[in-house]
């Protein structure tokens, strides 16, 4: 085990599976305390079962961030458990519409904001005051490429990204003299259980045009290292700015794609 996070607590949204699982994995590798969220119980307690030998240094909350009363509970839950609260990872999100603006409903669009955006919001603004008592701390947004480009059938869901990214930004204007470190990481192509299926059908036809109107082998184009992503690929990036080793970094928005928007 390390001890880059040793004594440190985080609080991470989504939690259950995908990139949220990913980096709690590393967090409690490296040392820290780790509180989980997210909707599905059952999915935050495989997460804590496979765990066992860490079962003294993490622990679920199950609510939706969405919902202010939930993400203050978890916030405060995470102090309750652990004392404290240095690490946020605003991480939970929804999967993107495909589709232009004239098919997408008012409920994907709420849905989508309310989840990346007003959950962000909400978890941050419970988390800050306990961060200035506590003397600073650090709080990551999982973001995406997608807050930084433009890309067909996806207005929403880029929007959404954006809007969380700039929130982001300002808060680390706001809280800066607080000692408190705003971030983000904006990955690409990720597997995950989300996407797992789409990316099946894929690669059982790695030429075939799939919306929004790219193939398996345009994917990996996309990333100039050649594979998508691994939840590892963005826990590490996750690892770096909850650790001390970025105390002089904030307001900064850390591409970890493959080399996608370098293109």
Same mark, same amino acid.
């Given at each position: 085990?390390?001890?880059?996070?040793?004594?440190?607590?985080?609080?991470?949204?989504?939690?259950?599976?995908?990139?949220?699982?990913?980096?709690?994995?590393?967090?409690?590798?490296?040392?820290?305390?780790?509180?989980?969220?997210?909707?599905?119980?059952?999915?935050? /307690? =495989?997460? #804590?079962?496979? +765990?066992?030998?860490?079962? /003294?240094? #993490?622990?679920?909350?199950?609510?939706?961030?969405?919902?202010? =009363?939930?993400? /203050?509970?978890?916030?405060?839950?995470?102090?309750?458990?652990?004392?404290?609260?240095?690490?946020?990872?605003?991480?939970?999100?929804?999967?993107?519409?495909?589709?232009?603006?004239?098919?997408?409903?008012?409920? =994907?669009?709420?849905?989508?904001?309310?989840?990346?955006?007003?959950?962000?919001?909400?978890?941050?603004?419970?988390?800050? @005051?306990?961060?200035?008592?506590? &003397? &600073?701390?650090?709080? #990551?947004? #999982?973001?995406?490429?997608?807050?930084?480009?433009?890309? @067909?059938?996806?207005?929403?869901?880029?929007?959404?990204?954006?809007?969380?990214?700039?929130?982001?930004?300002?808060?680390?204007?706001?809280?800066?003299?607080?000692?408190?470190?705003?971030?983000?990481?904006?990955?690409?192509?990720? /597997?995950?259980?989300?996407?797992? =299926?789409?990316?099946?059908?894929?690669?059982?036809?790695?030429?075939?045009?799939? @919306?929004?109107?790219?193939?398996?082998?345009?994917?990996?184009?996309?990333?100039?290292?050649?594979?998508?992503?691994? @939840?590892?690929?963005?826990?590490?990036?996750?690892?770096?700015?909850?650790?001390? +080793?970025?105390?002089?970094?904030?307001?900064?928005?850390?591409?970890?794609?493959? &080399?996608?928007?370098?293109?």
């Amino acid at each position: 085990m390390g001890d880059r996070l040793k004594n440190k607590v985080a609080l991470i949204t989504g939690g259950g599976s995908g990139i949220g699982k990913g980096i709690a994995k590393a967090y409690l590798r490296e040392g820290a305390k780790v509180i989980i969220s997210g909707r599905r119980r059952n999915k935050l /307690e =495989e997460v #804590i079962k496979s +765990e066992a030998d860490c079962k /003294e240094r #993490i622990d679920y909350i199950q609510g939706d961030i969405s919902i202010n =009363e939930d993400a /203050e509970r978890m916030v405060k839950g995470t102090v309750k458990k652990f004392g404290k609260i240095d690490i946020l990872i605003n991480n939970a999100g929804v999967r993107a519409s495909i589709c232009t603006i004239l098919e997408l409903t008012e409920e =994907e669009w709420n849905n989508t904001f309310n989840i990346d955006v007003k959950g962000s919001w909400f978890c941050s603004k419970f988390a800050v @005051p306990f961060m200035i008592e506590n &003397g &600073g701390g650090s709080i #990551i947004m #999982i973001t995406s490429i997608s807050s930084h480009i433009g890309q @067909p059938k996806q207005g929403c869901y880029n929007a959404a990204k954006a809007a969380q990214e700039y929130l982001m930004k300002c808060m680390a204007i706001d809280f800066g003299k607080d000692n408190i470190r705003v971030n983000s990481i904006c990955p690409a192509w990720v /597997e995950t259980e989300m996407n797992y =299926e789409q990316l099946m059908k894929m690669r059982s036809e790695p030429d075939k045009k799939f @919306p929004p109107g790219i193939s398996y082998n345009d994917v990996l184009q996309m990333h100039t290292i050649g594979r998508i992503g691994k @939840p590892e690929d963005v826990s590490g990036a996750a690892v770096y700015l909850g650790s001390d +080793e970025s105390t002089w970094v904030t307001g900064s928005s850390l591409m970890v794609d493959g &080399g996608y928007t370098c293109q």
